[in-house]
C-alpha cells in the first residue's frame, strides 16, 4: 500500500504564490509518473501537471507559464509551484502517484484565490 500526504493549500490573494507538495511513503518500490489533478465545486477532476520519473514534463494550458511541477525521487515527492494565481484557480488539488501500474491518490488540499 502506497500512502501520500499533501501539504501546501491555503488562501491567497490574486496574483500570489503556493507551493503544494505531495509525499509517498509505504511499499514503494519505484514511482513512475506523478501529477497534479485539480476539483472545483460542481466540476470534473482536470489534470494539472505531470511529471515522469525521468524529469519530462506536461501541463494543462492553464497551467503553462504560471505553475511549474517538479519531483524530488529521493524524498518520493513531487512539488506543484503556482505563480500568478487567479480566481479561477480555485479547487481542492489533488497529487495523482504511479507505482507499478497502479495509481493513487492524495487526499486533497484547498486552494482558495481571493480577488
Known amino acids: 500500500q502506497v500512502q501520500l500526504v499533501e501539504s501546501g493549500g491555503g488562501l491567497v490573494q490574486a496574483g500570489g504564490s503556493l507551493r503544494l507538495s505531495c509525499a509517498a511513503s509505504?511499499?514503494?518500490?519505484?514511482?513512475?509518473?506523478m501529477a497534479w489533478y485539480r476539483q472545483a465545486p460542481g466540476n470534473l477532476r482536470q489534470f494539472v501537471a505531470a511529471?515522469?520519473?525521468?524529469?519530462?514534463?506536461n501541463y494543462a494550458d492553464s497551467a503553462k507559464g504560471r505553475f511549474t511541477i517538479s519531483r524530488d525521487n529521493a524524498k518520493n515527492t513531487v512539488y506543484l509551484q503556482m505563480n500568478s494565481l487567479k480566481p479561477e484557480d480555485k479547487a481542492v488539488y489533488y497529487c495523482?502517484?504511479?507505482?507499478?501500474?497502479?495509481?493513487?491518490w492524495g487526499q486533497g488540499t484547498q486552494v482558495t484565490v481571493s480577488s
Open positions: 495523482k502517484v504511479e507505482v507499478t501500474g497502479y495509481a493513487y
Open positions: 509505504g511499499n514503494i518500490f519505484s514511482i513512475n509518473a
Open positions: 511529471i515522469t520519473s525521468g524529469g519530462s514534463t
